[in-house]
Each structure stands twice: as structure tokens, then as C-alpha cells.
T-cell receptor, first 114, second 112 residues
């Protein structure tokens, strides 16, 4: 089974702190994604990466950056956390070698910024 | 503006009856549609998909219907079971790229 692991289930941070969310997948997937889930807004794409050291902005990249130094790991960085970044963050991965391949998600990190 | 909309935030159904979850989209470039199910404290998991060249896809108790002219798809669950209680997300892929656009989700509650 594909496993996408997010390092923390819950995080509580203070406004202005630098926050790192880590995601690791074990299926050699080329594509990795960071989404945030907010009630009524569904899943919104923050950043994605087609492959190592590649990154592309999604729909809501403001206030975030990412790092993909190794194929299996995709990190989301909040340079200076703000209260409006309180949300559920979901990492996902996908193979680019399979047509119409579905996304595999991690369990999510619930981030609270106080 | 949301390109994929799920207008019902919640739906309550009796066990054994049919659950119908609806999804509307505005972008005519969408060519592939998926449904994901999400339990609390877990990530979404893939449920069923449909290509724009089809109007129906069935997998066990789950059937997805696509009406391209109306830009509407629906997920039917028959018969509904209490274990189906979850949030369901509709997603659509743009044929010009490879990204998915998700709807806001519908929380389904199946009562025993």
C-alpha cells in the first residue's frame, strides 16, 4: 500500500513563528502536493512539485514556500505564521507514469496559529 | 470563483436508502472527475472516477453519473451504510494541465 506520512498530527504555533510541515511518501512518486482544507472551501492547492528540486505555485501560495530536495520528501514552510493559516494541511503524492493516476493523501496536520 | 461546487454542505440518509451527492462545475475544459471520501482525522481516499467520454461508472454500491451538457455529476450510494458517513469531495481535472480542483465537500450522515 502507498503510504504518505505527515510528521505531525497536531501543531500549535505562535504568530510570527517559522513552521515546517514535513511529508514523506514511500512509493517513488514523482509528483507531490500540499493542500489546505477549510470548511466549505474544500481542498485548495498551495504548492506542488513534479519532481526533485522542482516546484510550482498552486492556487493559494501566498505566505508559503516549499522544499523538495529528495524525491520522497516534500516540505511546506510557513515563513512567518499568521492566524489565517490555521487550517488542516494535507500532503499528497501521485505517480506521473500512470495515466489518470489518483492522488494518495496523508492523514493531515491540524495547525493552529495563536 | 469556485469552479467545482458542492451546494449541499450536509446530507442525512437512513441506512439502506439511497444517498445522492451532487457536484456542479463551470470549466468546460475539465475532462476527468473523481470522488474522494474523508473520515475525521484521516486523509481523503479515492472512491470512484469517471472520464468525460462516459456518462456512468459503477463500482459496487457506488455509481457516478456525468451530465456534460449540464456540467453536473452525482454520486449514488445504494444501499447506504452507517460506515459511509464521511465527508465526500468531488474533484475535476483540467485537460490543459494535470491538477485537480476540489469542491467544498458534502458531509454525509447515514443513520442506523
Amino acid at each position: 500500500d502507498v503510504k504518505v506520512t505527515q510528521s505531525s498530527r497536531y501543531l500549535v504555533k505562535r504568530t510570527g513563528e517559522k513552521v515546517f510541515l514535513e511529508c514523506v511518501q514511500d512509493m517513488d512518486h514523482e509528483n507531490m502536493f500540499w493542500y489546505r482544507q477549510d470548511p466549505g472551501l474544500g481542498l485548495r492547492l498551495i504548492y506542488f512539485s513534479y519532481d526533485v528540486k522542482m516546484k510550482e505555485k498552486g492556487d493559494i501560495p501566498e505566505g508559503y514556500s516549499v522544499s523538495r530536495e529528495k524525491k520522497e520528501r516534500f516540505s511546506l514552510i510557513l515563513e512567518s505564521a499568521s492566524t489565517n493559516q490555521t487550517s488542516m494541511y494535507l500532503c499528497a503524492s501521485r505517480s506521473s507514469r500512470v495515466f489518470n493516476e489518483k492522488l494518495f493523501f496523508g492523514s493531515g496536520t491540524q495547525l493552529s496559529v495563536l | 470563483d469556485q469552479q467545482v461546487k458542492q451546494n449541499s454542505p450536509s446530507l442525512s440518509v437512513q441506512e439502506g436508502r439511497i444517498s445522492i451527492l451532487n457536484c456542479d462545475y463551470t470549466n468546460s475544459m475539465f475532462d476527468y472527475f473523481l470522488w474522494y471520501k474523508k473520515y475525521p482525522a484521516e486523509g481523503p481516499t479515492f472512491l470512484i472516477s469517471i472520464s468525460s467520454i462516459k456518462d456512468k461508472n459503477e463500482d459496487g454500491r457506488f455509481t457516478v453519473f456525468l451530465n456534460k451538457s449540464a456540467k453536473h455529476l452525482s454520486l449514488h450510494i445504494v444501499p447506504s451504510q452507517p460506515g459511509d458517513s464521511a465527508v465526500y469531495f468531488c474533484a475535476a481535472r483540467n485537460n490543459a494541465g494535470n491538477m485537480l480542483t476540489f469542491g467544498g465537500g458534502t458531509r454525509l450522515m447515514v443513520k442506523p
